[in-house]
């Protein structure tokens, strides 16, 4: 006598609705963690005042101002100005302008010092 066959397990076909439901289970993951990402991102003014102050942090003096500030795809990149070297008339003190990168959530990734010039200074036409 041979030995009966195994059977195999059968594969429900979900239904119309059963199916709608799994549809549903697969994209709340998505929503949820786009929604995620855009509460991580922080707006123009929680960016700049980011990039100061981790800078100030950083620097040990404060930002005199933020001179620009422009979203990238990685974050956020500033300009930020910064006294290094006060002097009196304060139209002679030394500034130094600070490149500031910040990631998505408006952590401080890098900075570099990009120019130093004096508070009376204006900038001429190239």
């Given at each position: 006598?041979?030995?009966?066959?195994?059977?195999?397990?059968?594969?429900?076909?979900?239904?119309?609705?059963?199916?709608?439901?799994?549809?549903?289970?697969?994209?709340?993951p998505?929503?949820?963690?786009?929604?995620?990402r855009?509460a991580?991102?922080?707006?123009?003014?929680?960016?700049?005042?980011s990039?100061?102050?981790?800078?100030?942090?950083?620097?040990?003096?404060?930002?005199d101002?933020v001179?620009?500030?422009?979203?990238?795809?990685?974050?956020w990149?500033a300009?930020v100005?910064?006294?290094?070297?006060?002097?009196?008339?304060?139209?002679?003190?030394?500034?130094?302008?600070?490149?500031?990168?910040?990631?998505?959530r408006?952590q401080?990734?890098?900075?570099?010092?990009?120019?130093?010039?004096s508070?009376?200074?204006?900038?001429?036409?190239?």
């Open positions: 006598m041979a030995a009966p066959e195994p059977t195999r397990p059968r594969r429900a076909r979900p239904r119309p609705a059963e199916a709608e439901n799994a549809e549903e289970q697969e994209e709340q998505t929503r949820r963690a786009s929604a995620k855009r991580e991102v922080p707006d123009a003014p929680t960016a700049m005042r990039a100061a102050g981790q800078l100030a942090q950083l620097l040990g003096r404060p930002p101002s001179s620009s500030l422009k979203p990238t795809d990685d974050g990149e300009q100005e910064v006294v290094e070297l006060e002097r009196v008339p304060d139209t002679t003190s030394v500034m130094a302008s600070y490149k500031v990168t910040l990631d998505p408006g401080l990734v890098a900075y570099e010092r990009t120019r130093r010039y508070r009376g200074m204006i900038d001429r036409p190239t």
